[in-house]
C-alpha cells in the first residue's frame, strides 16, 4: 500500500509561482514512477507531469511545458511540482498519483486546490 499527501495548494495571482509536495509513505521500493494530474470544475482529470524512478526522466503535458518542474527528493521520499508563470487556466485540484509497478496509476492523494487570478 502506498500513501501520498498532497499539500502546497492555494490562491496566486496570474504570473505567479506555487510549489507542490508529495511525501510518500508505505510500500515503496519498486516504485515504477510518480506523477502529478489536475481537474479543473466540469472537466475531466489530466495529465500534468510524470517522473521515472529508475532515472529520473520527466514527461509534461504540452500546456504546461516549460513552466512546470516535476522533480523528486530521495532522502525525503518527496516528489514535487514547481508550477511557475501560472496562468488563470491552470485553475484546478491537482493530484499525486503513483504507479508502483508500471502498469496503472493505482495510487492518489486527496488532492489540493490551485486558484489562479487573473
Known amino acids: 500500500q502506498v500513501q501520498l499527501a498532497e499539500s502546497g495548494g492555494g490562491l496566486v495571482q496570474a504570473g505567479g509561482s506555487l510549489r507542490l509536495s508529495c511525501p510518500v509513505s508505505?510500500?515503496?521500493?519498486?516504485?515504477?514512477?510518480m506523477g502529478w494530474f489536475r481537474q479543473a470544475p466540469g472537466k475531466e482529470r489530466e495529465f500534468v507531469a510524470a517522473?521515472?524512478?529508475?532515472?529520473?526522466?520527466?514527461y509534461y503535458a504540452d500546456p504546461v511545458k516549460g513552466r512546470f518542474t516535476i522533480s523528486r527528493d530521495n532522502a525525503k521520499n518527496t516528489v514535487y511540482l514547481q508550477m511557475n508563470s501560472l496562468k488563470p487556466e491552470d485553475t484546478a485540484v491537482y493530484y499525486c498519483t503513483a504507479d508502483p509497478f508500471g502498469g496503472t496509476w493505482g495510487y492518489w492523494g486527496q488532492g489540493t486546490q490551485v486558484t489562479v487570478s487573473s
Open positions: 517522473i521515472m524512478w529508475s532515472d529520473d526522466s520527466t
Open positions: 508505505g510500500r515503496t521500493s519498486g516504485s515504477y514512477r
